[in-house]
């Protein structure tokens, strides 16, 4: 008797639970705006160019600094690939401790310094420190690093949920900011003398730079170029990457928690029957920016996670110098569950044909719901 009590109570309780569960899901927006962004004013864009502009080096140099565990994977590749490709500063990617970094959400490289081994080849700090987002925004080493390097007067830019992290060091005080529209309440709450800044992907305020989700470092990476070198050199490197157009331009209401996006998180995520490890192979000279892109989107359907594997263990330098170190040691992979090599195409094309990929694979459903995470306004005739 007493245990039909106990497993009626419990059935209760699920009931309960799923009614409390579809009331939530019924109450999120059927689907977000799809308004045209709002221009940006040419003064507008000038002034955010100007306060970018650095004022140490006639070459600046630009520090990406990660922790070793699970540092957002395009946030902390795509600005090095981007910038390395321009030819306009020297980029070193960081860590906080010595060692190989897990990228989140898939990649494993080695970074090329660590945040002590630059402050002793670098006393005077960088012009410019990148702050990807991390697993914990309150790193004490890191926080400390970052802090530092903006006393020295480094412009600090968080990518990303890497605002979080540079809130945390404490330079967000009164300042105009932006981050991933999954974070903003967030760090509105614990930042209140900040000051949210919709309808644009980069904000610039007081040598402290902030962007909205991972694919705004591609018009991040763009904005920097531009400050250092010129509209001119901006433009040529964006033609190359597939983003010939491109400012601050942002509709943020086009991302926001739907219906649909809760409804594809549960599905992909319950049918874990489904679930796929889908190979991707490591060649000398792969381009790091289309890499990060296309594994990192494969990583984010719920469905399936993109994993490298290499004939041996040695790591695989990028095109532009980056080692990665594969997650796996075989000659082949399963054809069904092999991602197709990383083209010399243009990394902005080869994310859009990565959605559509997805889109042919589990559905038109998931390529949004990925597309949301990456905060990545696909082109209208995409969508």
């Known amino acids: 008797m007493n245990l039909r009590i106990v497993l009626w109570s419990a ?12 009331t939530w899901i019924f109450s999120l927006p059927p689907a977000a705006s799809v308004a045209a962004p709002p221009a940006i004013a040419q003064a507008e864009h000038d002034a955010m160019v100007a306060a970018l502009r650095p004022s140490k080096r006639q070459r600046p140099l630009v520090a990406i600094i990660g922790i070793n565990n699970a540092t957002e994977t395009t946030d902390y590749l795509l600005p090095y690939g981007v910038l390395t490709r321009a030819d306009v500063a020297d980029v070193v990617t960081l860590s906080t ?12 490289v080695e970074p090329q310094a660590t945040t002590a081994a630059f402050d ?82 980069l904000v610039v305020d007081g040598g402290v730079a902030t962007t909205t989700g991972i694919s705004a470092s591609m018009p991040m990476s763009l904005a920097l170029i531009e400050a250092i070198a010129g509209r001119d050199k901006a433009s040529a490197v964006g033609r190359e990457i597939g983003l010939a157009e491109w400012d601050a331009r942002h509709e943020s209401d086009a991302f926001t928690f739907t219906r649909p996006f809760a409804l594809t998180a549960i599905r992909n995520t319950a049918a874990f029957w489904a679930h ?8 000398q000279g792969v381009d790091e920016v289309s890499l990060a892109l296309v594994a990192d989107a494969w990583s ?84």
């Open 300 to 383: 984010r359907t719920y469905r399936s996670r993109a994993v490298t594997f290499a004939r041996s263990t040695e790591a695989v330098q990028s095109r532009n110098g980056i080692k990665i170190l594969p997650d796996e040691v075989t000659a082949d992979w399963p054809a069904a569950r092999r991602l197709p090599d990383i083209e010399d195409r243009k990394p902005a094309d080869t994310l859009d044909d990565t959605l559509n990929a997805i889109a042919a694979r589990y559905g038109a459903r998931t390529t949004d719901f990925v597309a949301m995470q990456l905060e990545y306004p696909r082109p209208r005739e995409t969508q």
């Open 276 to 283: 796929e490890k889908l190979g991707l192979e490591l060649k």
């Open 120 to 201: 002793a080849r670098h006393p005077d700090a960088a012009d410019y420190v990148i702050v990807p987002a991390m697993t914990r925004d309150d790193d004490p080493e890191a926080m400390q690093w970052i802090r530092g390097q903006a006393s020295k007067g480094a412009i600090v830019i968080g990518i990303c949920a890497g605002a979080k992290v540079v809130g945390d060091a404490g330079l967000l005080h009164g300042k105009q900011a932006t981050t991933h529209w999954y974070s903003v309440k967030e760090l509105r709450g614990k930042h209140p003398t900040m000051r949210y800044v919709e309808d644009r992907r």
């Open 11 to 22: 059935l209760g309780v699920v009931v309960l639970c799923a009614a409390i569960a579809g």
């Open 97 to 108: 401790a010595p060692g190989s970094m897990t990228l989140f959400p898939t990649l494993k």
